[in-house]
């Protein structure tokens, strides 16, 4: 079985598939949140490299996935709140409504919560405990 560490390292290394996934068959599972092309090929970059950092030095892995789970329900975030935002300078000016939230999106939030949430509570001991003996988390 991986430990924590490792299946989280494995999660991010694994950056490129989802990016073929949203390259070949249009599916971004990983991005939804990031329309243009350039900011997702920024986001998988940067996930790829929290997949480096992690095996690099394993111990920073709790923190690197709680912090990339955190960009990106931000980023999820604002991609729902800002076309809801938009949409009494819409309905004046006559434009086409657009909602934020689509199918794509909500599984791009529960996958980014789901790592979150096992970063978290599966290392929230070894993180107080690192913390309590002087350590920065």
């Not at 490299?49 to 892995?61: A, D, E, I, K, T």
């Not at 709680?66 to 999820?76: G, P, Q, R």
């Given at each position: 079985?991986?430990?924590?560490?490792?299946?989280?390292?494995?999660?991010?290394?694994?950056?490129?598939?989802?990016?073929?996934?949203?390259?070949?068959?249009?599916?971004?599972?990983?991005?939804?949140?990031?329309?243009?092309?350039?900011?997702?090929?920024?986001?998988?970059?940067?996930?790829?490299?929290?997949?480096?950092?992690?095996?690099?030095?394993?111990?920073?892995?709790?923190?690197?996935?709680?912090?990339?789970?955190?960009?990106?329900?931000?980023?999820?975030?604002?991609?729902?709140?800002?076309?809801?935002?938009?949409?009494?300078?819409?309905?004046?000016?006559?434009?086409?409504?657009?909602?934020?939230?689509?199918?794509?999106?909500?599984?791009?939030?529960?996958?980014?919560?789901?790592?979150?949430?096992?970063?978290?509570?599966?290392?929230q001991a070894a993180?107080?405990?690192?913390?309590?003996?002087?350590?920065?988390?």
């Amino acid at each position: 079985m991986l430990s924590r560490n490792r299946l989280l390292t494995s999660y991010y290394l694994a950056t490129p598939a989802f990016w073929l996934l949203d390259l070949l068959a249009h599916v971004p599972i990983r991005a939804a949140g990031l329309e243009q092309p350039g900011w997702r090929i920024a986001y998988y970059l940067f996930a790829f490299g929290c997949g480096l950092l992690c095996r690099w030095r394993p111990r920073v892995s709790p923190v690197v996935g709680m912090a990339e789970s955190s960009v990106n329900i931000l980023l999820l975030a604002l991609s729902v709140l800002l076309p809801i935002f938009s949409l009494p300078g819409q309905l004046e000016t006559g434009e086409p409504l657009y909602t934020g939230l689509t199918p794509l999106r909500l599984a791009n939030f529960v996958l980014a919560a789901c790592v979150l949430l096992f970063s978290f509570y599966s290392n929230q001991a070894a993180l107080a405990e690192h913390v309590r003996r002087g350590g920065h988390a």
